[in-house]
Structures are given as C-alpha cells and as structure tokens.
C-alpha cells in the first residue's frame, strides 16, 4: 500500500526503530500471519459455485 | 474463470481477520464478523468501483457491521462478556514475555477510537486519509487519535522504555499503570 498523505508511520521497516510500532505490528500479525480457517474458505467456495450458477 | 473480486477479497481476509480481533475477545466472534462481512461484500459486489481500495471498502463493511451489532446489543442487553474491551488482551500461546503482556494491556486501556486509529494506520497499513475515511472522520481527526493513543501507551509502559532499549523479550516485571489496569480485566 502506498502512503497517501502525510507521515503516516509506515509498516514493517518503520516499526524496528519504534517499539511501540514493533509490538502493535506483532500483536496484528499474530492473527493476520495465521492460515485462512477452513470455515472461511468453505464459505468461500459456496459463494463461487452460487455466483456460477446464477 | 478469472474473478478479480474474489481474488482481492481473498488477499484481504487476513487483514480482515486481524482487524476483526481487535473487536472481539472470542474467536469464534470475530470469525463470524469476517464471515458476515465476506457476505455483505459479496452481495453488494455491484457497488465495488474495480480498481479502488478493496481492503478499505472491507474493513469499512466490516466495521459498520460490528457497529450495528452493537446497537442492536445494546438494546437487548448491557455487554454481558466484556468483549467491548476489545481482543487485544487475550494472550496466544506463543507470547509468554512480560513486556508484551503489558503492551496488550495497555491497548486494552485506550479509548476505543484511539485503538481503532492506531491499528489502522500502525499496523493496517492504510494512510491517514483512508483510516479517515473508513471511520467517517477526518484525517486530522484520526492524527490526533493515533498521537494521543501513542501517548498513552507510552505513560502506561512505563518511561524506561521510551528510549526503546528493552524492546521485546523482557521479563522483568513493572509497577506500571499497566499491572494495575491488567488487574481490572
């Protein structure tokens, strides 16, 4: 993504010189860095074949 | 068949799913807001302008589909489990170190506004402008957020760590406004 506007603190790089950054990044990341649940992708799946079929 | 919708949609749920923690405590909840969200996107496809900022339009269903969720709670019931207090404080099985206990904590404590500006623009990854947009503010709105949220979170950890010499991995346990709040969860 590119930074529109201002001095937005930016993503990874930034963040190795401001703990602050670094932490928050590492708590999103937890979550965000995990494989897609089963459940999203099965949903995901049924929504293709109903876009197919219309 | 080639679908570019799809395709960016899928590309983004990860995000998605990282925001919609910030939410909700429960996992399971927080699953069921991106699910909701997937939905809503899909069925109001038309609406998308191909070529704009699809992680942006889904984090903005996304919220406004917590926000109405919370309406209608709050209807219904004061929240009974807590999960306004967002996810953040939960710790995974792989964090065990002191310092980011306390850091989770400290997020925890913010005022929701201040959370949200700050996840999106420090770890989201969207401008000040498309954080704006997302929440219905404007962009100096969210600057102030994030910088009062920073401030915050700077003062509850504690002035040692201004400098950021200890970073991650510390175990060394403070007498922070953190200990006292993580108390109160």
């Known amino acids: 993504m590119t930074e529109t506007s201002g001095n937005a603190p930016k993503t990874r790089d930034d963040a190795e010189q401001d703990p602050i950054l670094k932490r928050l990044q590492q708590v999103y990341n937890d979550v965000a860095d995990e494989p897609l649940p089963d459940r999203l992708l099965d949903l995901l799946s049924k929504l293709d074949e109903a876009e197919r079929n219309r | ?185």
């Open chain 2, 1 to 185: 068949m080639k679908d570019p919708f799809r395709d960016e949609l899928i590309e983004a749920l990860r995000s998605l799913r990282a925001f919609a923690r910030t939410f909700h405590r429960d996992e399971a909840r927080a699953e069921d807001l991106v699910q909701e969200t997937m939905l809503k996107a899909w069925t109001k496809r038309e609406q998308f302008q191909p070529g704009s900022n699809m992680k942006a339009w889904l984090f903005t269903i996304l919220r406004n589909t917590y926000l109405s969720e919370l309406r209608k709670k709050k209807r219904e019931v004061e929240d009974a489990d807590g999960s306004l207090v967002a996810g953040l404080a939960e710790k995974p099985k792989q964090d065990g170190h002191m310092a980011m206990r306390d850091f989770r904590n400290a997020l925890t404590l913010l005022s929701d506004d201040q959370r949200e500006a700050l996840i999106l623009v420090g770890a989201s990854g969207f401008s000040y402008d498309e954080a704006a947009e997302i929440c219905g503010v404007a962009a100096g709105t969210i600057k102030s957020r994030v910088s009062r949220a920073r401030a915050r979170i700077a003062e509850l950890m504690g002035e040692d760590e201004a400098d950021g010499s200890s970073v991650v991995g510390d175990d060394r346990s403070t007498t922070s406004a953190v200990d006292r709040g993580a108390q109160a969860i």
